[in-house]
């Protein structure tokens, strides 16, 4: 029987408002977690805390190695009941955590203009990527050096308006430009983000470009219509209501292209987040 | 170490600890946190026929100690689950009850004739109580007379211990618990799911897609706890109790109250170690006291 037991506790570090409604939390873990990858996510719940009932799905904002153990980053958005609680953690508290669950995005070696479109609160998977990617931990042997292989990032990331648009400074330190979108024009472009990208894919070669996106349903739903007809890959992590995180409660699905069938339901926890978006069904 | 050990309509559990059908998958799900080994059965998701594809999202939301769940049966059908569910679940040492759900009495028929040979296999659940699809499921466990019906064709196909799941969304439960025991029932499991419904406020729209969900969780145990309670004063087959259970004191309270095992469902979500957390919970129980065999505890409630 394989054991990979990826159930454990962690301590918070701290849990910090960076916004209205917007939180960066760290939490200190000592026995899993070490190999989390962009994309992946966890279930977390305060310790011994029988109300809210369910964990809640976080995915990963950032992954370090310290001397201590290993500290996992969240930015999350308080839209009810579970992320209210969530935000009322401080230092010392003590959570449960079953991760690093799900499927990273997967890098696409050949593919050396990196895009990376979020809309509000999916700007957190993707800032993580960017990171994982300026670094180069998915080739060691480039590490460091500036080489000319080197990968272009771009990150493209809207908002409602210019308060909402939370998390620019650490994409700024990893991506090698920043376009920004308002729907008020406050800040940035005016519109979504996906007119925005649709406004600069017209002078990049497409042939070099992948794409990964997270962000609300209409906003990848437009993104899937704006690249139905081109020739890019495009990875997009999806989110949905879960209760076990582990492919049981088959509580998230999703529909999707399915070969024999036409379509059926997958789910977000097991057989994603990340999907190809040529593989997702709209109603 | 006490003597956990139970006998369910003629199938032999080392421990009253199983799983509820819809919260455990198909048993794989749940290796990399517990040895599956250690439960006294599993109880696999509910099949169909033919695989099914499930009600659209969202299909679950979280609601004062408990949540809905409209999943709508989303399964394999019995073939896929005969070819590549049961291979795994052969390899391991504990009972594995397939959990059954047609359209018709037929159909209930047909799937318990297609999976009693099947090596492996070691009960029937009969799921009349489903409450999240249109056909079948609840519409049979709702009235005396189509209960009885199916779980006849069940019985008449099969040399299985058969399990009939109840609903709690009727008048009187033990009514029906008496019926199913007539058509020749070998066990009872109740609580299913008590059909709920919650409203985003905001968009003025359920927030199931199929408007309502079967509730579960710890709002739902003094209900499943009384309904136990009142069928077992009815009926001389065991009864399996189920709703709510999260800890080792949970059980005992069905065990008391007179139930023969348990199910864990929803406290799997919470944590995919409860099963033998509670497991442990009730030897810690029984060793305190000096209770060798569980059956000094069923059954006992003073009243």
């Given at each position: 029987m394989e054991k990979k037991l990826n159930l454990g506790s962690g301590c918070v570090i701290e849990n910090v408002n960076v916004a209205k409604d917007h939180f960066v939390m760290s939490l200190l873990l000592t026995s899993i977690c070490k190999d989390a990858l962009p994309g992946q996510f966890v279930m977390i719940r305060k310790q011994g805390v029988k109300d809210p009932l369910l964990s809640r799905p976080l995915s990963l904002y950032g992954v370090y190695q310290t001397d201590a153990g290993t500290v996992l980053e969240f930015l999350y958005r308080v839209v009810g009941k579970g992320t209210w609680a969530l935000s009322r953690l401080t230092g010392g508290d003590q959570v449960d955590i079953l991760g690093p669950l799900g499927k990273p995005f997967e890098i696409l070696p050949d593919r050396n203009h990196v895009i990376l479109l979020a809309g509000g609160i999916g700007v957190a998977p993707l800032s993580y990527f960017a990171e994982y990617l300026a670094k180069d931990l998915d080739r060691p042997e480039e590490r460091g050096e500036e080489t000319a292989s080197a990968r272009k990032v771009s990150f493209y990331l809207g908002a409602t308006t210019a308060a909402a648009l939370v998390g620019i400074e650490k994409i700024e330190r990893f991506c090698t430009e920043v376009r920004t979108s308002t729907d008020d024009g406050s800040a940035g472009f005016a519109g979504t983000v996906t007119e925005l990208l649709q406004q600069d894919l017209a002078g990049l070669d497409h042939r070099n470009l992948c794409l990964y996106s997270c962000g609300p349903a209409a906003m990848i739903r437009s993104l899937s219509q704006l690249i139905e007809s081109l020739d890019i890959p495009c990875q997009v992590s999806m989110e949905e209501r879960m209760a076990c995180g582990i492919g049981a409660c088959l509580g998230c699905s999703i529909k999707v292209r399915d070969a024999s069938l036409g379509w059926s339901y997958c789910q977000v926890c097991a057989d994603g987040p990340v999907f190809d978006i040529k593989n997702l069904l709209w109603e | 170490m006490p003597d956990l050990s139970v006998d369910i309509g003629g199938l032999k559990l080392k421990n009253p600890i199983m799983t509820a059908s819809g919260t455990f998958g198909y048993g794989e799900e749940y290796a990399p946190f517990i040895?599956?080994?250690?439960?006294?059965?599993?109880?696999?998701?509910?099949?169909?026929?033919?695989?099914?594809?499930?009600?659209?999202?969202?299909?679950?939301?979280?609601?004062?100690?408990?949540?809905?769940?409209?999943?709508?049966?989303?399964?394999?059908?019995?073939?896929?689950?005969?070819?590549?569910?049961?291979?795994?679940?052969?390899?391991?040492?504990?009972?594995?009850?397939?959990?059954?759900?047609?359209?018709?009495?037929?159909?209930?028929?047909?799937?318990?004739?297609?999976?009693?040979?099947?090596?492996?296999?070691?009960?029937?659940?009969?799921?009349?109580?489903?409450?999240?699809?249109?056909?079948?499921?609840?519409?049979?466990?709702?009235?005396?007379?189509?209960?009885?019906?199916?779980?006849?064709?069940?019985?008449?196909?099969?040399?299985?211990?058969?399990?009939?799941?109840?609903?709690?969304?009727?008048?009187?439960?033990?009514?029906?618990?008496?019926?199913?025991?007539?058509?020749?029932?070998?066990?009872?499991?109740?609580?299913?799911?008590?059909?709920?419904?919650?409203?985003?406020?905001?968009?003025?729209?359920?927030?199931?897609?199929?408007?309502?969900?079967?509730?579960?969780?710890?709002?739902?145990?003094?209900?499943?706890?009384?309904?136990?309670?009142?069928?077992?004063?009815?009926?001389?087959?065991?009864?399996?109790?189920?709703?709510?259970?999260?800890?080792?004191?949970?059980?005992?309270?069905?065990?008391?109250?007179?139930?023969?095992?348990?199910?864990?469902?929803?406290?799997?979500?919470?944590?995919?170690?409860?099963?033998?957390?509670?497991?442990?919970?009730?030897?810690?129980?029984?060793?305190?006291?000096?209770?060798?065999?569980?059956?000094?505890?069923?059954?006992?409630?003073?009243?």
């Open positions: - | 040895n599956l080994n250690d439960l006294g059965a599993i109880i696999v998701k509910g099949l169909s026929l033919k695989p099914r594809m499930g009600n659209p999202p969202p299909r679950i939301i979280e609601t004062a100690s408990g949540m809905l769940n409209a999943i709508g049966l989303q399964n394999v059908g019995v073939q896929a689950f005969i070819e590549k569910k049961m291979p795994y679940l052969r390899t391991l040492e504990v009972p594995v009850i397939a959990n059954i759900l047609g359209e018709d009495p037929e159909e209930y028929q047909r799937i318990a004739e297609r999976l009693t040979p099947v090596p492996g296999v070691a009960a029937l659940e009969v799921n009349i109580s489903c409450p999240n699809v249109s056909k079948g499921g609840i519409a049979f466990g709702a009235n005396p007379e189509s209960a009885i019906d199916v779980v006849r064709r069940v019985k008449s196909v099969t040399d299985l211990p058969v399990i009939v799941k109840l609903s709690p969304n009727v008048t009187d439960i033990a009514m029906i618990a008496e019926a199913v025991e007539s058509a020749g029932a070998d066990a009872l499991s109740l609580i299913n799911t008590i059909t709920g419904m919650s409203v985003d406020i905001d968009k003025r729209i359920p927030h199931l897609k199929n408007i309502t969900g079967g509730l579960s969780g710890p709002a739902i145990k003094p209900i499943a706890l009384r309904m136990v309670w009142q069928v077992v004063n009815r009926v001389k087959i065991p009864v399996i109790g189920v709703g709510g259970i999260m800890d080792a004191s949970d059980t005992l309270e069905f065990l008391i109250v007179g139930a023969t095992a348990v199910q864990i469902g929803t406290a799997n979500f919470i944590n995919p170690q409860s099963t033998i957390h509670i497991l442990n919970g009730l030897l810690a129980y029984m060793e305190k006291r000096h209770i060798r065999d569980i059956h000094e505890l069923i059954g006992t409630l003073k009243c």
